[in-house]
């Protein structure tokens, strides 16, 4: 029992006829790309799902996981008003994911409607959760659900909070999917919602190599700079996602790629299997990257480098350490908002 499978889905609310109206046949590539994504998901026959959007409340310095009571969520924002959702919370992943933070000093924290409010969030899911959602629902009967935001940390920081994910879902001997929601580059023509950059076709082209030359850790090295140029949405999701799969072989495959709006949409699938893992041929290249930006450097660069990666490199001694029933009071969250541990990232939404 463990997570039997990672799924990489796009959050364009244009995939939903209602929505997209004439605009949704110009992305038939991607809506059955989502379809396929719900059909194998519905064949793993998970316990419960994970999906992480990055539409949500995002912090610099937490994970933030939906405290809310039901996941309840529409369309209204996007001029859609007869749709509606509503899904389970899986409380006992959720209560036992808080205790391994709190044991291995993570950086996940409950956010709940008072939370959501405080930081000019609706109380309820985003199109980030809800497009995915959309499409598992009219394939299968969903499970009990975990819904969480990804943190602003290091990738390197989001794969160990995948593990601590992963500790989680095993120690309830829980079979579990886990959703990466997301979009690829939005800056790929000057029709899209920002202007055109050469990295965007760079980086699309390249986490598409990564996925079907079974190296989807690797796009996780690439340039920061050219990555932000790409103004991707995907993937600090899908580093927290890939993080529960680090200890086993990956096979990745690309279901449906396509771009018609000016944002890259990309579908795809990972799923464990025997073999060495990807994940360790990563950790070397990574290891050997800091070493040469190491090399040559003076003394005082080294140490403060040092310094820096011993907070960024995943769980470390200086996390808060909070007590997994205090993770929901209220109050607490004030104190904490109040000394400025948690610093709001406000995301933007498209349609397209």
């Known amino acids: 029992m463990s997570v039997s499978g990672v799924f990489l889905m796009p959050h364009a609310p244009v995939l939903i006829d209602k929505i997209g109206g004439d605009d949704t046949n110009r992305v038939l590539r991607t809506v059955e790309g989502m379809r396929r994504c719900a059909k194998n998901i519905k064949a793993l026959s998970p316990d419960v799902i994970v999906l992480i959007s990055p539409h949500g409340p995002v912090f610099s310095d937490a994970v933030a996981l939906y405290d809310l009571e039901p996941y309840k969520g529409d369309f209204k924002a996007f001029g859609e008003h007869v749709l509606s959702y509503e899904f389970d919370k899986h409380y006992e992943l959720m209560n036992q994911l808080e205790y391994e933070n709190q044991v291995q000093k993570g950086r996940y924290y409950a956010v709940d409607e008072t939370i959501f409010k405080r930081f000019q969030h609706e109380p309820s899911l985003d199109h980030g959760a809800l497009v995915p959602l959309h499409f598992l629902r009219a394939e299968m009967t969903l499970p009990p659900i975990l819904i969480m935001s990804y943190g602003t940390l290091s990738y390197q920081a989001l794969i160990n909070h995948g593990k601590l994910l992963k500790r989680a879902v095993e120690a309830l001997k829980l079979d579990a999917v886990v959703i990466a929601s997301g979009d690829m580059s939005h800056a790929l023509s000057n029709y899209g919602p920002y202007a055109f950059h050469e990295s965007g076709q760079w980086f699309d082209a390249r986490i598409q190599t990564c996925i079907t030359d079974q190296k989807p850790f690797d796009i996780f090295l690439e340039p ?120 709001s990232k406000m995301t933007q939404t498209n349609k397209k």
Do not use: M
Request: charged share 25%.
């Open 224 to 343: 920061a700079k050219r990555i932000q140029e790409a103004c991707e949405c995907g993937l600090r999701s899908l580093a927290l996602a890939l993080g529960t799969l680090t200890d086993t072989r990956i096979q990745s495959t690309s279901y449906a790629y396509e771009a018609p709006f000016g944002v890259g949409y990309l579908c795809a699938g990972f799923y464990p299997e025997k073999g060495t893992p990807q994940f360790e041929l990563f950790q070397f290249k990574a290891d050997d990257l800091r070493q040469r930006a190491l090399s040559g450097a003076h003394d005082f660069v080294r140490i403060a480098r040092k310094a820096i990666e011993s907070q960024i490199q995943g769980l470390n001694s200086n996390a808060l350490e909070l007590k997994s029933t205090a993770l929901k009071n209220t109050s607490l969250y004030e104190t904490l908002i109040n000394k400025k541990h948690l610093k």
